[in-house]
């Protein structure tokens, strides 16, 4: 009997290995990624006559119990029926996420026959310019947060002369409330590869690199086993699957640096320089990493191909709204009951995602704000709630998609504390090239604790300051750090003025590492 | 808590890490990396040969060194607790059990215990935010983290080390 116990740092973090290690007493177990169901973690599941039933959540203590029930067929209180018939698998349109839970993440047989390698071998079939015709016609935009289209990205370096050409992924999810790019890495790495090897056909880039940030250390690990996998399986090396394409890959892991996140700082990092962000143009697709053409894509933008060149990019496309096409992994976290991730169409509203699926706060109380987007997206107040999950749709509200993690909040939420702690990250995190950024910051870290401290003066200044960041910034960083701070200082004014009581001074650095 | 003696073995395994890098891309992180992992800082003794190796000025060298978090000039207590005190995990509490950890510890961010045990760092996310808030030790990671659990973690290390 083969019984399923994740792998997955979030499983692991709840006691996954220690509930692997009793059920392994017994039964053959598979380390698999998760199913997303974060609440349900570590979720076991074992396979009976092809359906996999699930236990959750399984915590040390309770896995004696479950490997008796498991053993005898009896009943079981975390008992949860089959997997794929829960509520929340039922609902979702898993493309990109199809595996992840599903097989064993090093399994190159596994990934085969639940449909891997499809689309790399439709790839190599219709050539480098049909592949990048599919990829426009899906109308995927980057998952990382800028939203630019890919198919565009690569046609760019296509058609870029150069002797060496390179596909590399941003693999630094730094942003807080997002955990896609680790859930896939750790679940399914074998589909970044298959994207990133597409990539590389459809550009001319026979080197890869995958920038990883070191918080990730499962992460690092399984996608350097999976490269290894990928190399004895033909999957990369001289000939791409016997054909006429060579491309290989690696990891690089990152040291830290939350602004390598931003492409261009992530290219000086690649070439071993301090993560400066540099002025575009020239753009990396033209002279990136070592001035040479390069297409710099987030982990579910790479991730997301292998399915459209597997079942066309019309297929794709035919999902979402808007100018949002195909489906988007949203991440439900902070102070909510059901918190994980949860892969759809765009176009559901904030609320359905949030209330319907994430089912409200944690603690019970009211929710106040939900930040979306990571540390420089928006705080959307929950009367806003009715905006739909899109790129454009979001944008209307002043909110940013992001890496398309969402971050709830109760009512006991302190909007000028977390304002603070947007302008104090934004200056730990700067990399110092322009000055809005780097002194902007700290300005607006002293401007709001002088707020705090009831000078109500300081929030004309404290917004000036933000639209000077905004529109003086190099990059995202500066300029999207005043979002949080102004969607705080807007929809929650309350927490801004009559600040009488004096509030504890914080000790700065202390917020931010 | 100083940096190793330049002596011959120090030279000849930073000779070894420089070499099994060099003819890589963008070698010099790959390279930190390990000098990191095999005198738990990047010693100072380091860089101009490091420099040397791959023709960089010292300025520049240092000035990657000291641009990343991760990098540092001295070593830290046996064990490190990260904390992560991002926003996902404060929505959570990060900040109280931060408090809490703390005085508990009687240590503050970036300080280590008397006995060179334990070092505590903050962290901005460990992609733990549907189970927040988090910490890790090691290899070891805490979702919903709470001091009690907290502290049976930091308990389970210094056995394992046998401290």
């Not at chain 1, 049909?130 to 998952?143: C, D, F, P």
């Not at chain 2, 070593?75 to 703390?102: I, K, N």
């Not at chain 2, 240590?107 to 962290?123: A, F, M, N, Q, S």
């Amino acid at each position: 009997m083969r019984v399923w116990v994740p792998l997955d740092a979030a499983a692991r973090a709840l006691g996954a290995d220690a509930v692997a290690e009793t059920l392994g007493r017994e039964f053959t177990v598979t380390r698999n990624g998760t199913r997303g169901m974060i609440w349900l973690e570590p979720l076991v599941e074992v396979e009976r006559d092809g359906v996999r039933y699930g236990y959750g959540p399984v915590g040390p203590g309770d896995a004696a119990s479950v490997a008796e029930a498991i053993r005898t067929g009896g009943e079981h209180p975390l008992a949860l029926g089959p997997v794929e018939e829960l509520p929340w698998m039922k609902a979702q349109s898993r493309l990109t996420f199809a595996r992840v839970g599903m097989i064993d993440p090093l399994s190159v047989e596994e990934y085969e026959a639940h449909g891997g390698l499809a689309g790399l071998r439709r790839a190599i079939g219709i050539g480098p310019e049909k592949i990048v015709e599919e990829v426009t016609g899906s109308g995927l935009r980057g998952r990382g947060g800028a939203g630019f289209p890919t198919g565009i990205k690569w046609k760019t370096v296509a058609g870029a002369k150069a002797p060496r050409k390179y596909i590399v992924c941003n693999a630094d999810e730094g942003d807080s409330g997002s955990f896609a790019d680790r859930m896939l890495m750790e679940g399914d790495p074998l589909v970044l590869i298959e994207g990133m090897a597409i990539a590389g056909i459809a550009t001319g880039a026979v080197q890869g690199y995958v920038y990883i940030r070191s918080e990730y250390p499962d992460a690092i690990r399984l996608m350097e086993a999976a490269i290894g996998k990928a190399r004895q399986a033909g999957i990369l090396g001289p000939s791409v699957l016997g054909s006429d394409h060579a491309y290989d890959m690696e990891v690089r892991v990152g040291a830290g640096a939350y602004v390598c996140g931003e492409e261009t700082s992530l290219l000086n990092s690649l070439e071993g320089k301090r993560g400066v962000v540099r002025a575009k143009p020239p753009i990396p697709a033209l002279e990136g990493f070592l001035g040479r053409p390069t297409v710099v894509n987030n982990v579910i933008s790479l991730a997301s191909v292998p399915w459209i060149l597997t079942h066309g990019g019309a297929e794709y496309a035919k999902l979402g709204i808007g100018r949002s096409k195909g489906t988007i992994p949203i991440q439900i976290a902070g102070n909510v009951k059901y918190g994980g991730l949860f892969e759809a169409a765009f176009g559901m509203s904030l609320r359905q995602i949030i209330e319907e699926i994430g089912g409200g706060t944690a603690s019970g109380r009211p929710i106040k704000a939900a930040q979306v987007g990571g540390p420089l997206g928006s705080y959307i107040p929950h009367w806003d709630f009715d905006v739909p999950f899109g790129y454009e749709e979001l944008a209307t509200k002043e909110g940013l998609l992001g890496h398309a993690g969402i971050t709830v909040f109760d009512d006991t939420a302190d909007m000028l504390k977390l304002a603070r702690f947007a302008m104090e990250f934004c200056a730990v995190e700067s990399c110092g090239k322009c000055t809005p950024c780097r002194i902007g910051s700290v300005r607006g870290v002293e401007t709001i604790d002088r707020i705090a401290q009831g000078d109500e003066t300081g929030i004309p200044i404290l917004t000036d300051l933000c639209n000077t960041m905004k529109w003086g910034s190099l990059c995202a960083l500066g300029g999207f750090a005043p979002f949080p701070v102004m969607s705080a200082l807007t929809h929650f004014p309350e927490d801004f003025r009559g600040c009488r009581e004096p509030r504890p001074i914080i000790k700065s650095r202390e917020a931010a590492e | 808590m100083t940096s190793p003696a330049i002596d011959a073995d120090f030279l000849l395994r930073l000779d070894e890490i420089i070499a099994a890098h060099k003819g890589r891309e963008g070698p010099l992180l790959p390279i930190l990396h390990d000098i990191q992992a095999e005198w738990g800082h990047v010693p100072e003794e380091a860089q101009p040969r490091l420099a040397e190796a791959l023709g960089m000025t010292r300025a520049e060298v240092y000035g990657v060194v000291s641009f990343y978090h991760d990098f540092r000039d001295h070593p830290h207590g046996r064990h490190v607790l990260r904390l992560c005190r991002a926003e996902a995990c404060q929505s959570m509490g990060a900040d109280a059990l931060a408090e809490e950890v703390r005085a508990a510890l009687g240590i503050d961010w970036h300080e280590t215990t008397p006995d060179g045990r334990l070092t505590l760092e903050p962290v901005f996310c460990l992609g733990l935010c549907a189970c927040a808030p988090s910490a890790q030790l090691g290899d070891r990671l805490l979702g919903r983290a709470n001091l009690a659990k907290v502290r049976q973690l930091v308990a389970e290390a210094g056995m394992e080390a046998g401290a």
